[in-house]
């Protein structure tokens, strides 16, 4: 759980880029090569992101606390070279649910202006 | 590991920062391995895709990186400068005082010698200027400038003669400095008004020119600024002249560049082809020259020469040998005189920094040593060595970047000290602190920063960690200590340097100021007053008015004695002409002998205070009808009647009909054209008796000199209304005491001697400074060894006398160094002493004698210091 002092608006709000590898990291410990295809694949390769972006992210995200190194270990899906995990703290899932919150709203007040198209029901 | 893979770690390496890359850079090897492989099996496209995407996201993210490092270094440094206020502070006074002169001075010489002219294409344009054996630089007279702009074809000839017209018509009648210039005045300057024309062909003509050019701020004066100005009609000498045209804002002709009272309006120069033979004599000219297109000044220069020497074979007799005509480039006329003096000064407050930063230096490598085991915990937890570099140096930039800030603030209240102190420097008026400045500001501050802290730097690079863990103190270092003190050596040689030079010019000032003048300066009132042509067009009326005015003035309560001559000494400058003596025959190119001559009237030589040696002083009865006389100086004497008294002998101006005049008086020889220049032979003609050496050149604007008992200005009311009295629209100007046209005429020697004094000062206090912190550091590092050796039984004496020497040797090694820098750097002074050798050996001592002294106070306290340590105290401390 986050700590009740914890605040995720200051980090607020998010790139398309950073919003997704913390999304990414919600379902488990992931290493970096992971996090990349995760991205790319849910994004249906709208979001592409390079080795120096990534790692800058997470630089970035470690030093906030939002995600947290895990030990090294093995990948054998790949080479089973020893890779750098990285899970999602609980605060890092604050801010990522505070940002999704921030983009439904926004979705909403278009919706309520008909800038948007209705969803289609079933 | 494959190509593409080394590829992109070496990039890697390239662009980030070392911090990153220690914990990331395998990690984004391993990553980038692995979409390689992907990309590889795809195909090219997705290959090229990802290397696309890979190096754009690396120069993107890199800078960024360093921002972020860059960021922590200075929240850094800045805790650290907060932590050691007194530090910082005294960091901070030293490098500001360094970098706000270097920005002051390099303002000056910004505006002086770099800033573009205001003329178009100024590098195109020269002065022309005839050169004879005795003068190097002569103007042209009517004859020669027609003769010019007919034959030169690589240039375009203007000219320019300086005047003053009475402006009437207002509530108070004014004089006006007025400039007459040819009608391509401008064209050749390259400069446009910024309403209406300026002069057309035909005004050159005689009683055409009834035209006027108004400067910007006499524009803006008499007219408001009003567009309407232009077809108005100005009453100058009591003749109607109609405006056509004002000048932009930033013009300023070529000679009156800094000039205290420049021209107010431009008048067309009226050229008189028939000038007759006798005016080719009669150099009054300024002449501008621009090189057309398609030819060189060096081809310009070889058909001067050529005309040059058409002249003497055109007019025998009237060039002497050696004469000729030189074109001199435009920026160099106008700043010539002042650059030497304004590179000595960048000179000196390049020193002044470096002494700075040498304290600075000197003050961080102390603090190193406080920092040690903070910069060994750093070491132990993964700061690598080049990272505390980085962050040293960062501190250095910070403190650097602050003192900037300080240093231009100190650097803008300099400038208009300077400006205030010679306002007759040319484009001196032009100095600001604009982003040329500013960028200059910002890279001595970068570069103050890189070396200061290079040593600090390098110095924690070499730093043992384990030591410094360890021990519990720092271990003192001989390499340390012999930095520091060559840095104080270097200091002590740097300062020694300056004080020398500035020195060197306060000797040379002193001596300029007590040189004899040749008159007395002290409760002397002078004005100037210019008649107008109307009605003064002969010798007589203007006699008359002269006479008349200063019976008047003489009438006034507290005047002892007035007098007027054609220009006083040190405010205009005198030429010579050839004279002979009875019996001899003026040769083909004149007498060789030659006198400066001067125009005066009775009282003149009273009023300013002249030593008559012999004979009399003309008087009202020397009239046009009497006997012809002269007054002769004593160099003149001296030099043509050695062996006989010249009262009653007679000579002739060479050149028409002249009289023989009869010598009547001896009197003192006066420094007219400047105190540094010692006088020649000079003639003084009484006005009454003047015969013009060229037609319609009757003399009607005097300087009027009063000598008063009491305060002189106190009488320039009373005596501007004596004027009046005689013409209501006849205004007085350049109303000054006689100490005060000294005192311009001294202006910028006494600036640079002040500046220079004042950075020497600075310079001496830094290295009393830095002298006194070295000490003061190394008695502290020192404690434990004075306590041993105290109670080993060594005296107060003892230890003062071995602390004293220590602190001196560097003083002392520094003064060596800065005797033997001084011999060779103060012959750059050359130029800008008067009767002062560079290398004066008395000034030399002198000076060494005083650092040393001050660097013997300075360690006086820490010796003292050092005596008082308590033995028992100091072993316990350990």
């Not at chain 2, 040696?613 to 006997?627: I, K, N, Q, W, Y």
Request: aromatic share 6%.
């Amino acid at each position: 759980m986050a700590r009740r002092s914890f605040d995720p608006q200051p980090y607020l709000p998010l790139t398309p880029a950073m919003f997704q590898v913390l999304v990414a990291l919600a379902d488990g410990e992931k290493h970096g090569y992971a996090v990349i295809k995760e991205v790319h694949r849910r994004t249906d390769g709208k979001v592409r992101l390079s080795a120096g972006t990534l790692y800058a992210l997470i630089k970035r995200f470690v030093s906030d606390g939002l995600i947290v190194e895990c030990d090294e270990r093995p990948d054998p899906s790949l080479d089973d070279e020893r890779r750098r995990y990285y899970r999602l703290s609980d605060n890092g899932r604050a801010v990522a649910l505070a940002e999704a919150e921030r983009m439904e709203e926004a979705v909403g007040h278009a919706r309520a202006k008909l800038l948007t198209r209705k969803p289609r029901t079933a | 590991m494959s190509r593409q893979v080394r590829l992109f770690r070496a990039m890697v390496r390239a662009l980030f920062p070392e911090e990153f890359r220690v914990d990331y850079e395998s990690e984004m090897a391993r990553t980038f391995t692995a979409q390689e492989r992907e990309a590889r099996s795809t195909g090219a496209r997705a290959l090229a895709r990802l290397w696309w995407e890979t190096l754009t996201g690396l120069v993107r993210t890199a800078p960024r990186e360093h921002m972020a490092q860059l960021r922590q270094d200075v929240a850094y440094a800045a805790r650290m400068m907060r932590r050691t206020p007194g530090f910082t502070a005294v960091a901070i006074l030293t490098l500001a005082t360094g970098i706000g002169a270097n920005t002051a001075i390099f303002s000056a010489v910004n505006a002086v010698l770099v800033r573009p002219l205001p003329y178009s294409h100024p590098d195109r344009v020269a002065m022309l200027w005839n050169h004879w054996p005795s003068s190097a630089k002569s103007g042209l007279s009517m004859p020669e400038l027609l003769d010019f702009r007919e034959r030169l074809r690589s240039v375009d000839v203007a000219a320019l003669a300086g005047g003053a017209v009475n402006l009437a018509g207002r509530a108070e009648p004014e004089r006006l400095h007025a400039a007459y210039v040819t009608a391509n005045y401008f064209d050749v300057l390259g400069v446009r008004p910024v309403l209406g024309r300026t002069f057309a062909a035909r005004e050159e003509a005689r009683g055409e020119g009834r035209v006027v050019l108004l400067t910007y701020a006499v524009w803006q004066r008499l007219f408001d600024g009003r567009r309407d100005a232009i077809g108005q009609r100005l009453m100058l000498d009591k003749e109607g002249y109609t405006v056509v045209g004002v000048l932009p804002q930033d013009f300023e002709l070529p000679h009156e560049f800094g000039a205290l009272e420049p021209s107010a309006v431009i008048l067309p120069l009226t050229l008189d082809p028939a000038a007759s033979r006798a005016e080719r004599g009669s150099h009054y000219l300024r002449t501008i020259v621009r090189v057309r297109d398609g030819y060189s000044p060096t081809q310009a220069q070889a058909e001067v020469d050529g005309i040059t020497r058409a002249f003497d074979r055109e007019n025998p007799g009237e060039y002497d040998p050696g004469y000729g005509a030189t074109l001199w480039p435009l920026r160099g006329e106008i700043v010539g005189d002042v650059r030497p003096a304004l590179l000595v000064l960048l000179g000196a407050v390049t020193l002044v920094l470096l002494i700075a930063c040498a304290n600075v230096a000197n003050l961080l490598l102390a603090r190193g040593r406080v920092r040690a085991r903070e910069i060994a915990v750093r070491k132990a937890i993964g700061a690598s060595p080049a990272r505390l570099v980085r962050q040293v140096l960062t501190e250095g930039l910070v403190l650097a970047g602050i003192s900037a800030l300080a240093g231009v603030a100190l650097a803008s209240s300099l400038t208009s000290l300077m400006a205030q102190l010679a306002p007759g420097i040319p484009r001196l008026s032009e100095m600001s602190i604009d982003w040329t400045v500013l960028a200059f500001t910002a890279g001595v501050s970068i570069l103050t920063a890189v070396v200061f802290g290079s040593l600090p730097a390098a110095d924690l690079a070499r730093r043992d960690i384990s030591g410094h863990l360890a021990a519990g103190r720092g271990a003192r270092t001989s390499m340390r200590q012999a930095v520091r003190g060559a840095l104080v050596a270097a200091q002590v040689a740097l300062a020694l340097v300056l004080l020398i030079g500035a020195a060197l010019l306060a000797q040379s000032f002193t001596r300029l100021l007590h040189v004899p003048s040749g008159f007395r300066t002290a409760n002397v009132l002078t004005f100037r007053v210019s008649l107008p042509v109307e009605g003064f067009a002969e010798r007589e009326p203007v006699v008359r008015f002269y006479e008349e005015a200063l019976a008047r003035i003489r009438a006034l309560p507290g005047v002892t004695a007035a007098g007027a001559a054609a220009g006083l000494p040190l405010q205009t400058e005198i030429g010579d002409w050839d004279f002979y003596l009875p019996g001899e025959t003026p040769g083909p190119h004149g007498s060789d002998r030659a006198a400066d001559w001067q125009v005066i009237t009775p009282g003149y030589m009273e009023s300013m205070g002249v030593r008559l040696l012999r004979g009399r002083l003309p008087t009202e009865s020397d009239r046009g009808d009497a006997p012809a006389v002269v007054v002769i100086n004593d160099a003149l004497a001296r030099a043509y009647f050695p062996a006989r008294d010249p009262i009653g002998q007679q000579i002739r101006m060479s050149g028409g009909e002249r009289p023989w005049m009869t010598i009547i008086g001896i009197v003192g020889d006066i420094r007219h054209n400047g105190l540094a220049t010692p006088a020649g032979p000079q003639v003084f003609l009484p006005h009454a008796q003047f015969v013009p050496f060229w037609k319609d050149t009757t003399v009607r604007a005097f300087s009027i000199a009063v000598r008063t008992s009491g305060d002189p200005l106190a009488i320039a009311s009373a005596a501007r209304g004596r004027i009046r009295e005689l013409d209501r629209d006849l205004p007085i100007s350049q109303v000054m005491t006689l100490d005060d046209v000294v005192d311009r005429a001294v202006a910028p020697q006494r600036l640079q001697m002040l500046l220079l004094t004042f950075f020497a000062t600075v310079a001496l206090v830094l290295a009393a400074i830095g002298t006194y912190g070295v000490l003061a550091y190394q008695i502290t590092e020192r404690t434990r060894e004075f306590g041993v050796r105290m109670a080993l039984g060594a005296r107060s004496g003892d230890i003062l006398r071995m602390v004293l020497r220590q602190g001196m040797m560097p003083a002392i090694a520094g003064v060596l160094i800065g005797l033997g820098s001084a011999a060779l750097l103060t012959r750059l002074l050359s130029s800008l002493l008067f009767e002062t050798p560079p290398t004066d050996a008395a000034t030399f001592a002198a000076t060494a004698a005083s650092l040393l002294a001050a660097a013997l106070l300075a360690c006086v306290m820490p010796a003292r210091r050092a005596t008082r340590v308590d033995p028992s105290l100091a072993l316990r401390a350990e």
